[in-house]
């Protein structure tokens, strides 16, 4: 009777080691394509800023330019996330980082996630149009403990769009800095104070004067 528990005890720690010996080799396989989407964005990002019409950057800095300067990629700071939505949202105005930038806008809505244990919450916020011929958008922008230290001062953004399935991928990788954090003709718009993440988010862009 003992053999044939062991036996049986012996059976179920293999077929163990081997659905996590599969899971692993998915999650392995998913993260290298992921990185080399990442990589192939990365390059084409660099790519644009020495010739697209949009580039922040100055005729003279695009002469000393060589690269954009991210953290590498990492597959723990991806979240596919739903988007909690405000039954009743509250207009605000969106600050622009130069003075007298006001932005029209109201509380969309709210992102969780947990990392490291903790649990996180990200506000979007949605942009009105201040100007003929500008459409209204989602601005999910931040600040964390790299900030101004390792990171923009002034934080940094995440792209998402609304879709019908209310289902977005967060994706910190892909946070980059605002035009202002190449030249001070622009005014971006300052994330909101409640976005001021209590960790240090290492994935993403780092400061622009360390990309050359």
């Known amino acids: ?26 999650s392995v396989a998913q993260a290298d394509s992921l990185e080399q ?4 964005h990365l390059l084409e990002t660099e790519q644009e800023f020495l010739a697209a019409d949009w580039s922040p950057l100055s005729e003279e800095d695009k002469k000393r330019f060589t690269h954009l300067n991210y953290y590498p990629y990492d597959i ?3 979240f596919e996330l739903p988007l909690h939505k405000y039954a009743t949202p509250d207009s605000i105005i ?16 709210w992102f969780e996630f ?22 209204a958008h989602l601005f999910l922008g931040f600040w964390d403990e790299t900030s101004d230290r390792e990171t923009y001062g002034g934080g940094r953004y995440i792209d998402i769009e609304k879709n019908e399935q209310n289902l977005y991928m967060v994706d910190f990788n892909y946070a980059y800095n605002p035009y202002c954090a190449y030249s001070g003709r622009y ?12 960790i240090a988010v290492k994935a993403g862009e780092k400061k622009y004067k360390k990309h050359h």
């Open 187 to 198: 005014s971006c718009a300052v994330p909101p104070f409640e976005n001021r993440l209590k």
């Open 37 to 40: 989407a990442f990589k192939a």
């Open 94 to 109: 969106v600050k622009g980082s130069k003075k007298g930038d006001l932005r029209p806008a109201f509380k969309y809505g």
């Open 76 to 78: 723990s700071w991806r």
């Open 1 to 26: 009777m003992k053999t044939l528990l062991l036996s049986i005890l012996v059976f179920i720690l293999f077929l163990s080691c081997q659905n996590n010996s599969k899971k692993q080799a998915h």
């Open 114 to 135: 947990e990392k490291d244990g903790q649990n996180f919450n990200l506000q979007v916020i949605k942009i009105l149009p201040s100007r003929p011929g500008q459409q």
